[in-house]
């Protein structure tokens, strides 16, 4: 149970409200940490006075949750604001602090704040029924943990479908020792998806008609364009397959841009956002992907990012022209723009139909160029590449049932051969008629001696070395997990003690997620860990959509082939098929959440808590 | 109106029901006050998949409609089932060719199995014949995307008949969509009143073409071939209607 109590606001709600409006109006309609000159610091640098108003410093901060009218892109819009502004403002920590952070929650309904990617103990994590009763309106709930860590995060509502409303901001802990890379000056790029629908709409728009906000489906000339690049043969057994799965390979995104209007830092594309620098400086990107739904690729032409930390987290430098940022994800990358141009931030969703996007700028009213869009692409065979047939019929493979299996003969084979999946030469094609899948069932055998992999090593069936869907790797460069090294090992080195795994489920029709078949209302009881146990946690993706699955409280490193210099993250993209292996130390004692970050296949049951004890 | 309801539905609504989902025990200590971390909701909606004019070449027209409206869980739901028509200038009111509360049960990923009741008579007059059936139907997406609804009903004279209806959507662009549609019906036994012979009683095959302005709100024009066969066609014969026919339709696909 909370240590800390509820309490009455300290300030009259009227003071709360006349705060607010007067931040309101002063600070116009943006988060004023969103402030183009940013953060002219790094470390022993001197913290901005243009900027002040715009943080809310610790180690004690009162934070006022408010519906509000604030125009989003130009038009009328209620979304929820913190302190004035929605997205919130920038909570700024110090590591060795002890934070107390007051939320007075002034809505006419139960609220919350999750500080996420956040070590602390499990009573001030802020998820409403497991770590807290939530906060009730009018009341104000007093977080207090010690910050013992660094780095890039953020914190949003674990209420219900708030954070869909803008209940979000970043958050940032200054390092107490000196961090393994230098800068001149930091932006913070907060990515958000924001729609003019309820959020309950969406919700059920995506239960009543499958596809609702998808208008990118393939149509007739789609299937006349792949008859004239790969053959008629080809085109048919690839569309005959989706079509006998009963699936669309163009779901890439649930939510999509016919709803959404993409933001950064709570401004639209029209908007123009603009981060200041000066001409050879080198400049700090705090990008978080703090949207609902929506996956992002980030790059900025013209520009070499050197991405510095993932998850908060320290990593070897590595030096790329796009990243992928999955929802929940944080990834802190240098640039060093040496022209006196306007560079474009382009953030384009990860099923192409909207982007978001700013300018890094010398001055105010410049825009750089806006890259040529890409179109959308079509899932293969990988979405269903990583498992055997024994895991498609026991974990019940949605939408794959027998006679959709027996389709899959060899013949079905061959046109996927010519549709290009490299990789997958014809031996062990023709191993699928006896149930392997791709040639995952013979990397299997890679094991040590107690029948698990070694602690770091890669699961076969993971695809660490790609980007996924809709990424040409010919292209550019873009970061992937393998890329990912911690500098350091990390102080757990321990092998697991056992493994855990769990399948990522769903049906698409109905819009039910689930882990292992069962949605949370379907579950009895949690997933227990043993107190200061070691183990692996295989994530098994049996859909076809990617998944940002989130644990709370506790890190888990991934095993992305890197021996010792295992990264850690709180966020593990899981791509359509894969298998995502992580090392987590269960030292956090009491209840935890443990969900896919897509904000609706949580709210339709892809939730469960974990038990540490 | 007769009530006797066939014990076939009774029984396999019950069957149905034995599944009911199992609550979810909570196996983490949290004071008992706490809310839930996760929700879940009902959720319902309302389906035209046609309300059209139909316009026959040999028959009299027609505003015809075909409705689903649904209430519940992911497994779970309620339905409300109706078709039926109003035909024009024949001084009657319209008809239920069926009006049916269903029960449903996801069985399996893409198919909902139901049961329930219905009425098959005049809307708010005694213009038509009436009678009260049970029903069982399977309702889902095959392989290849065909959508079908299948329904067996069993009337309370023991009277059988069989319906089964499949339609496509071919995608044209993002908002056209071209639908194939067909329906058949069978019965077991003769019902004069309702002009339905024993055997297959008629095939009616058509095709729309939906231009979807909002996913709620898609206007649509299409055409259908009918043809009744064995006794059924003699009945209408009898009466000196078509068993065979053709027509286009004015509609609108409206979703709430």
């Known amino acids: 149970m909370a240590t800390s109590s509820i309490t009455p606001p300290s300030v009259s709600r009227r003071q709360l409200l006349k705060g607010g409006m007067a931040l309101g109006t002063a600070a116009a309609l943006a988060p004023a940490w969103a402030t183009a000159w940013g953060q002219s610091s790094g470390p022993g640098g001197e913290h901005g006075n243009i900027y002040a108003n715009g943080i809310e410093e610790g180690p004690e901060v009162s934070l006022a949750i408010r519906r509000e009218s604030i125009p989003i892109d130009g038009q009328p819009a209620r979304p929820i604001s913190i302190n004035g502004s929605s997205p919130g403002p920038l909570v700024r920590l110090r590591e060795g602090q002890d934070a107390v952070l007051r939320v007075t929650n002034l809505l006419d309904e139960p609220t919350s704040i999750h500080w996420h990617g956040l070590i602390l103990p499990a009573e001030m994590d802020g998820v409403p029924g497991l770590s807290f009763a939530g906060i009730a309106p009018g009341e104000t709930f007093t977080y207090r943990f010690p910050v013992r860590q660094n780095g890039t995060y953020w914190y949003h509502s674990h209420s219900g479908l708030q954070e869909q409303l803008g209940h979000a901001g970043p958050l940032i802990i200054d390092a107490a020792e000196p961090e393994p890379f230098s800068y001149d000056r930091e932006h913070v790029l907060l990515l958000t998806d924001w729609t003019f629908e309820s959020p309950m709409t969406v919700f059920r728009n995506l239960k009543i008609a499958e596809g609702y906000y998808n208008h990118q489906e393939r149509t007739v000339a789609d299937f006349f364009a792949d008859v004239r690049d790969k053959g008629f043969a080809a085109t048919a057994e690839m569309r005959s397959m989706w079509a006998r799965m009963r699936m669309s390979s163009r779901d890439i995104a649930d939510v999509t841009g016919s709803t959404y209007t993409y933001l950064i830092n709570g401004h639209s594309p029209g908007d123009n956002w603009t981060a200041l620098f000066k001409a050879g400086e080198k400049v700090r990107l705090r990008v978080i992907n703090g949207s609902a739904m929506s996956y992002f690729d980030v790059r900025i032409p013209g520009l070499t990012m050197t991405v510095v930390a993932a998850d908060g987290q320290p990593v070897q430098p590595v030096p790329v022209d796009e990243f992928r940022i999955g929802v929940a994800e944080t990834y802190d990358v240098l640039v060093t723009p040496d022209s006196d141009l306007a560079y474009t931030i382009f953030a384009e969703t990860m099923d192409r139909s909207g982007y978001a996007l700013a300018t890094l700028a010398p001055r105010q009213g410049m825009r750089g160029q806006i890259p040529e869009r890409r179109r959308i692409a079509d899932r293969g065979m990988e979405a269903m590449g990583a498992h055997d047939m024994d895991g498609m019929d026991h974990s019940g493979m949605d939408g794959m049932d027998h006679s959709g299996m027996d389709g899959m003969d060899h013949s079905g084979m061959d046109g996927m051969d010519h549709s290009g999946m490299d990789g997958m030469d014809h031996s062990s094609m023709s191993g699928m008629d006896h149930g392997a899948m791709g040639g995952m069932a013979a990397e299997r055998e890679v094991v040590n001696t107690n029948g698990m992999l070694a602690a770091g090593q890669a699961q076969p069936g993971s695809r660490y070395d790609q980007a996924g869907i809709g990424i040409d790797p010919g292209e550019r460069r873009v970061l992937v997990y393998r890329d990912l090294m911690a500098l350091t090992p990390w102080p757990d080195r321990r092998a697991p003690g056992r493994e855990l795994e769990l399948h990522l489920t769903g049906n698409m029709e109905r819009y039910m997620w689930s882990f292992d078949g069962r949605k949370f209302s379907e579950v009895t009881g949690p997933i227990h860990f043993a107190k200061d146990e070691r183990l692996r946690l295989i994530l098994i993706n049996d859909t076809m959509m990617e998944h940002p699955i989130h644990l709370h409280g506790m890190w888990m490193e991934l095993e992305n082939g890197h021996g010792e210099l295992i990264p850690r993250k709180h966020t593990l993209n899981v791509k359509p098929g894969e298998r995502v292996s992580a090392l987590i130390t269960a030292d956090a004692e009491g209840s935890w959440a443990f969900h896919c970050h897509l904000l609706y296949h949580m709210e339709a049951g892809m939730f469960r808590v974990v038990q540490v004890a | ?256």
Do not use: C
Request: hydrophobic share 40%; aromatic share 10%; charged share 25%.
């Open chain 2, 1 to 256: 109106m007769n009530n006797r309801i066939p014990g076939l539905t009774i029984g396999a609504i019950l069957v149905m029901t034995t599944f009911s989902v199992a609550q979810a025990e909570d196996g983490y200590d949290v004071p008992a006050d706490w809310p839930a971390p996760m929700v879940e909701h009902n959720t319902g909606m309302v389906l035209f998949d046609r309300l059209e004019y139909s316009m026959p070449d040999k028959g009299e027209q027609a505003i015809v409609w075909d409705l689903q409206a649904w209430y519940g869980g992911d497994i779970n739901r309620v339905y409300l089932k109706s078709e039926g028509e109003n035909v024009q200038a024949d001084g009657e009111d319209a008809e239920f060719e069926s009006l049916e509360l269903r029960y449903s049960r996801l069985i399996a990923d893409f198919w909902e199995l139901q049961g329930g009741v219905g009425y098959q008579g005049g809307v708010f007059s005694d213009d038509h014949e009436e009678r009260t059936y049970g029903v069982m139907g399977l309702q889902g997406t095959m392989p290849w995307l065909i959508e079908v609804d299948g329904a067996l009903q069993v009337s309370d004279e023991g009277d059988i008949a069989l319906s089964l209806e499949g339609e496509y959507d071919l995608r044209v662009t993002q908002r056209l969509y071209l639908q194939p549609r067909t329906e058949i019906s069978v019965a077991g036994s003769e019902v004069e009143e309702f002009g339905v012979g024993k055997g297959l009683n008629s095939v009616k095959v058509g095709a729309r073409l939906r231009y979807e302005i909002t996913r709620r709100f898609a206007p649509y024009i299409g055409a259908w071939w009918e043809k009744q066969y064995g006794d059924t066609a003699d009945f209408s014969r009898a009466t000196g209607d078509a068993t065979e026919d053709t027509g286009v339709v004015a509609g609108v696909r409206l979703m709430f």
